[in-house]
């Protein structure tokens, strides 16, 4: 069995049966419910992709600089890195920044892709980098996006800026890369950091054409976190649109109630089934690496450990645990390392 676990969790190493033990407490819906009804809250008219990019050739590297339609008025920016080999198809890799951040952050691994003879791609996520007329001003205008989708007084029309909605970007985005020639549709992957990875795993878990998934820093339960008081490191990710809404529930400070009466609203059952530990379970039996901290107030480690548990035992029932490893760097903090960024290549290169 192929995980590696080294964080500390109540003094104790977590082995196989405190995991399952985890796992078993959680009442999911079954998985291929959780899937259609995710499916069917984001689904949306398809539209042409259209895409339009300008190609930039180096000694190195193919850069390709562009955009597809996602929706009617949606344009994802996109960026990509391809080999100059002039191999007849290529795997290929989407991975997704954070919050407050751009496709460009992605240029290093975009590049590293590209040595290991895989298309790199990134995007701009929903109200960042390119989406915003002149450029966005980091996570400024995807705040103000949450708030205006929190006040919102009409639900036939209610957007899901926070999280979702990029995902069915990456959906879209999945379908533009599975039409090229010069990419094997069959070996697709997707990774992310922080908000990038829980896109990830909401768009990976639904689309099973994304064939290989790195989360870093972006597993955890939602639940666990509200139901133990350990919502401000998720809730500070967008918190102006969070006093905003304590405010308009006459509240004076954040509290667990005006929290979840955001997620409710743009992350409907985001407590629920469409929770980590319940879409976690659908990436069963892909290759998933999920590497982590142990000190990450933004996916505590608990959630986090509820999440990973739920997965193990969808692995383990498909005889598939040598596709499953996870990697929890003690005491740091929300920060990514560069050991997890050579486990990420390395993994998308074993299995891709």
């Known amino acids: 069995m192929s995980f590696k676990i080294k964080a500390l969790c109540t003094g104790v190493l977590l082995s196989l049966c405190s995991l399952v033990s985890l796992a078993q407490q959680v009442n999911h819906p079954p998985a291929d419910k959780a899937a259609a009804d995710f499916k069917k809250l984001l689904e949306r008219p398809r539209v042409p992709l259209n895409p339009s990019f300008e190609v930039t050739k180096t000694d190195s590297v193919i850069i390709e600089h562009g955009f597809i339609y996602s929706e009617k008025n949606e344009r994802v920016p996109i960026l990509i890195y391809k080999p100059i080999t002039g191999a007849k198809s290529y795997p290929a890799v989407i991975f997704l920044h954070g919050t407050g951040g751009k496709k460009e952050d992605n240029k290093k691994i975009l590049y590293q892709l590209v040595k290991r003879g895989v298309i790199g791609v990134a995007i701009d996520a929903r ?41 069915f970007d990456l959906w879209r985005v999945t379908d533009y890369l599975a039409s090229r ?25 639904i689309d099973k054409r994304i064939k290989v998934v790195v989360l870093d820093i972006s597993v955890q339960s939602f639940k666990w976190s ?23 529930l006459g509240d004076s400070a954040l509290n667990k109630q005006n929290v979840k009466a955001v997620w409710d609203k743009l992350l409907p059952n985001i407590t629920g089934e469409f929770d980590c530990p319940s879409l976690l379970r659908l990436m069963a039996p892909r290759p998933i690496l ?55 290549l390395d993994w998308f290169s074993k299995w891709l």
């Open 127 to 167: 109200f960042h980098g390119e989406r915003i007329a002149g450029g966005a001003h980091g996570s400024r205008e995807y705040v103000a996006a949450a708030t205006a989708a929190w006040e919102n007084k009409d639900k036939a029309r209610q957007t899901h800026p926070f999280l979702f909605d990029t995902a």
């Open 181 to 205: 020639p010069d990419v094997d549709a069959n070996r697709i992957g997707m990774g992310g950091i922080s908000m990038g990875g829980i896109e990830t795993w909401l768009a990976a878990s």
């Open 226 to 248: 509200l139901d133990n008081d350990k919502w401000q490191g998720r809730a500070g990710t967008i918190q102006a649109a969070h006093l905003q809404a304590a405010k308009d």
């Open 290 to 344: 999920i590497v982590g901290t142990e000190n990450d107030p933004n996916c505590p480690l608990p959630g986090a450990n509820i999440a990973y548990a739920s997965a193990l035992q969808a692995y383990t029932s498909k005889n598939a645990t040598d596709k499953i490893k996870r990697d929890v760097t003690p005491k740091l903090f929300h920060t990514t390392t560069p050991e997890h960024f050579k486990m990420t």
